[in-house]
């Protein structure tokens, strides 16, 4: 594979998906260079999730490298298992990646902004677990 990991964030609300998005793109200083994309609530606006939209956010993310797909609970991870076990509608080489949330994204975007691949990239993500705080 090549090209740039891209990086799906799929909560049940749009705003907290968009706000991580952009939380973790600044951080990382990755502008525009690692894409990255949310993929929150529900077509009507709601709180929930949407296979339609984790579809076209993979999608639009995918830059041949693989897709690594973060989220945060419930019918997000239900969702993404679904999408993955049927095939065919996500990316070749997306990935439910375990990870935190906020960090996890944190640590996807830097790694993906070095040019890590899609291995490395969720490595970082689910080594965000360790992270202390105290």
Not at 46 to 69: I, M, N, P, Q, Y
């Given at each position: 594979m090549t090209?740039?990991?891209?990086?799906?964030?799929?909560?049940?609300?749009?705003?907290?998906?968009?706000?991580?998005?952009?939380?973790?793109?600044?951080?990382?200083?990755?502008?525009?260079?690692?894409?990255?994309?949310?993929?929150?609530?529900?077509?009507?606006?709601?709180?929930?999730?949407?296979?339609?939209?984790?579809?076209?956010?993979?999608?639009?993310?995918?830059?041949?490298?693989?897709?690594?797909?973060l989220v945060d609970i419930g019918s997000a991870v239900l969702t993404v298992k679904t999408l993955l076990a049927e095939g065919g509608e996500l990316p070749e080489g997306t990935r439910l990646v375990d990870a935190p949330f906020v960090e996890g994204a944190v640590a996807a975007v830097v790694t993906a902004a070095t040019g890590a691949d899609l291995d490395a990239v969720a490595a970082a993500a689910e080594e965000a677990y360790g992270y202390r705080k105290v």
């Open positions: 090209g740039v990991v891209g990086i799906v964030l799929v909560s049940h609300s749009a705003q907290v998906a968009a706000s991580v998005a952009d939380l973790a793109r600044r951080l990382a200083g990755a502008g525009d260079g690692v894409p990255v994309a949310a993929a929150g609530g529900t077509a009507e606006g709601g709180l929930g999730t949407s296979a339609e939209r984790t579809v076209r956010a993979a999608h639009g993310v995918d830059r041949g490298a693989g897709v690594a797909v």
